[in-house]
């Protein structure tokens, strides 16, 4: 898999060298108040590109550590739930018998 990931940012790399070498030509953005910036095609195009990734991103970590923050916490509640188990609802849950007050209570249809 690493591999993979390789050749993948090695042909990207490739491929923006080739871009930005096949399209190095200078260029002129005016700017407010007649503000003037020279500058060669690749740079405002790269900006761009890594100005409207950067958001999305910011948001893909976020939701990401949100995510982990949850998995981490429900995790703790089911280790302190099983902590609370005693040995005998131990056994009855190894031998697959579950005891007669936890088993399911049957909801008629069309109730829900």
């Known amino acids: 898999m ?6 993948f ?6 491929l923006l060298a080739v871009f930005t070498v096949s399209n190095w030509t200078p260029i002129t953005i005016t700017l407010w108040s007649g503000l003037v ?5 690749p ?11 950067l ?14 923050r949850r998995i981490s916490q429900m995790e703790r509640q089911l280790a302190e739930t099983r902590a609370l188990l005693s040995p005998a609802d131990t056994e009855n ?10 088993a399911p209570i049957a909801v008629p249809p069309g109730v829900l």
């Not at 690493?2 to 050749?7: A, D, G, R, S």
């Not at 790269?46 to 100005?51: G, H």
């Not at 849950?93 to 936890?102: N, Q």
Request: no cysteine; charged share 15%; net charge positive.
């Open 2 to 7: 690493q591999f993979l990931k390789t050749i």
């Open 9 to 14: 940012w090695v042909a990207t790399a490739v």
């Open 37 to 41: 910036l020279e500058t060669y095609l």
């Open 43 to 53: 740079i405002p195009i790269f900006a761009a590109l890594i100005l409207g990734f």
């Open 55 to 68: 958001p999305y991103f910011i948001l893909h970590r976020a939701t990401r550590w949100s995510m982990q």
């Open 93 to 102: 849950r190894e031998k697959g018998t579950i005891p007669p007050s936890a």
